[in-house]
């Protein structure tokens, strides 16, 4: 792991992992959660009951998982509109963000904002967003509310590696650099924007020193090693609750899936895909290291058939919650000041 401090030059010894069973066991069951959720989105995506575009998360769960046993309440998630897995490692309700997916009333942002567009005040986070790149800019403004109000919260403002090339993102890299922000940067490189290799589309050979011209601190991290996730967001955490400015972690992750339902990903082959699920998946990793302490194969299994009955409860009332009520199309689109 490649880690950077004061200095974009300056090296140190990687994080040791910091993990025990109980707590690894909690990691294992929400990137668990996570993996069964998204896995159910596609069928319901494939059946017709989820409309519009919809982007899933699967592979990428450590990488939220392990960033939020780094942070605690009251931080802040911000992220693209591959959101699912954000949500549901904030704890939100598996039932409402699976009734958003489908349009329904009891969606987290009633019916309205589809895959792409739902918040959660009560869990602080800050939604997705449909423009790429759009909300690192808006991270970096919660970053710079914490600031001025003087709390020790931290702003983590997720993005990928393609929209790590958009002019605002340098911009948000600049200010939170000048005034020292309390924002976590984390660019989840998983290899393919939407469906151009990272190398064929970034100059960067290591996403990690992106923010070099600022002297921002920066971390390089094995983004399908969910301990390893962690030990490295302790250090960012760490570093902008002392006021150090902000933290740039660069997560080298990898998703399964297309970029959204409709791409057939025909830029990788099958056999690459096949190799990084035998060789690098979070959940199988987490689940060995488990065993391994002595957690058994039926306490395992009965983890994963109690997640899957949560799940499909969640599609149940997906599928079953009323359509919003038309006076809903005037509701949440204007706030007037006071």
Known sequence: MAVTQDKPTKRT?????????????????????????EEKAGQLYGMGL???????????????????????EGDEVITSYRDHGH???CDMDPKGVMAELTGRSGGYSHGKGGSMHMFSREKNFFGGHG????????????????????????????????????????ESFNLANLMKLPVIFIIENNRYSMGTSVERATASRDLSLNGSPWGMASLSVDGMDVMAVKAAGEIAVAHCRAGHGPFLLEMKTYRYR?????????????????????????????KKMLEDQGVSEAD???????????????????????????????????????
């Open 258 to 286: 297309g970029h959204s339902m409709s791409d057939p990903a025909k830029y990788r082959t099958r056999e690459e895909v096949q190799r990084m699920r035998a060789e690098h998946d979070c959940l199988d990793a987490a």
């Open 87 to 89: 949500m549901l490692a």
């Open 13 to 37: 010894k990687k994080p040791e992992p910091a993990m025990g069973k109980d707590e690894l066991l909690d990691a294992y069951r929400t990137m668990l959660l996570i993996r069964r959720f």
């Open 300 to 338: 395992l299994k009965k983890l994963d058939d109690d997640i899957k009955a949560r799940v499909q409860e969640a599609a149940d009332f997906a599928q079953t919650s009323p359509e919003p009520d038309e006076a809903e199309i005037w509701t949440d689109v204007l706030v007037e000041g006071v």
């Open 50 to 72: 989820i409309a519009g575009f919809c982007h899933l998360y699967i592979g990428q769960e450590a990488v939220v998982v392990g960033m939020k046993h780094a942070t605690s």
């Open 131 to 170: 423009i790429v790149g759009a909300q690192v800019s808006l991270g970096t403004g919660l970053g710079f509310s914490n600031w001025y109000r003087g709390n020790d919260r931290v702003s983590l403002t997720y993005f990928g590696d393609g929209a790590a090339n958009q002019g605002q993102v340098y």
